[in-house]
């Protein structure tokens, strides 16, 4: 179970630690997850490895362009962002804290998500591994080739996985390095508050507007609303 912070202000200096390690390096540590080295390995994955599904979206695109009109074309790769978009803030709220009882409900619950709650910085399990990114196209282009079939589910499907080639890039940007701009100092702002303050809030990683839309956005905390209205 993640446990909730304080409301103190949001600073590098008030992450716990709670690892005999010095705290930057029990945050960065990368822990064995499969006593298997071929499993283990499959558990960690390059932040350039989603790049190259960008391949198969170039291909999609291509399709969509051939048979599409141009608006028709750039709706429907935006509603397919907007898909996963959804689909993150859905799985990360609703799937990847789902704590199941028991020791293999508690084994699950770490491999899926646990463990990155545990070490936020490990730079090789920031981004989906295919494993995980893999089936989740493959199961995504069924329904579209269900719901809709071709040619909308060329534009629809190269919007879902640039959602996911984004949503995975950030991520890593937020935990590793450090943004400069405005915008990203905010949204690494928020993912801090959802795993060293309030695990129940702020699901949203590239899309945060959801959290606002569905009630989880981070708290305000009780001495900042009386000062603002005074």
């Known amino acids: ?10 600073t590098d200096a008030s992450i ?14 990368s822990p064995r997850l499969f006593a298997n080295p071929i499993l283990d390995a499959l558990s960690r994955t390059h932040w350039t490895a989603p790049l190259f599904y960008l ?22 790769v935006a509603l397919g962002y907007v898909a996963w978009t959804l689909t993150e803030y859905t799985a990360h709220r609703h799937l990847f804290h789902w704590e199941l009882p028991g020791e293999l409900g508690a084994r699950i619950h770490f491999l899926i998500h646990g ?12 981004v989906m591994p295919p494993l995980m990114s893999v089936p989740l196209i ?34 890593f940007h937020l935990h590793v390095r450090r943004p400069t701009t405005r915008i990203g100092v905010w949204l690494r702002r928020v993912h801090m508050i959802h795993h060293f ?24 905390p009780d001495e900042k609303r ?4 005074q």
């Open 1 to 10: 179970m993640h446990k909730r912070l304080d409301e103190s202000p949001m």
């Open 16 to 29: 716990p630690n709670v690892s005999p390690l010095p705290r930057a390096e029990h945050l960065a540590a």
């Open 55 to 76: 391949i198969p979206v170039a291909y999609l695109l291509q399709e969509a362009a051939a048979q599409l009109a141009p608006l028709t074309l750039v709706l429907s």
């Open 115 to 126: 463990i990155h709650h545990d070490h936020p910085s490990d730079p090789w399990r920031l």
């Open 138 to 171: 493959g199961v995504t282009w069924a329904v579209m080739s269900l719901a809709v079939g071709a040619p909308l589910k060329y534009p629809l499907m190269a919007g879902f996985v640039i959602g996911i080639v984004f949503y995975d890039q950030l991520h």
């Open 197 to 220: 303050r309030d695990p129940e809030r702020c699901f949203g990683v590239s899309a945060p507007y959801w959290d606002y839309l569905f009630g989880t956005s981070q708290r305000i």
């Open 226 to 229: 009386t000062r603002n209205k």
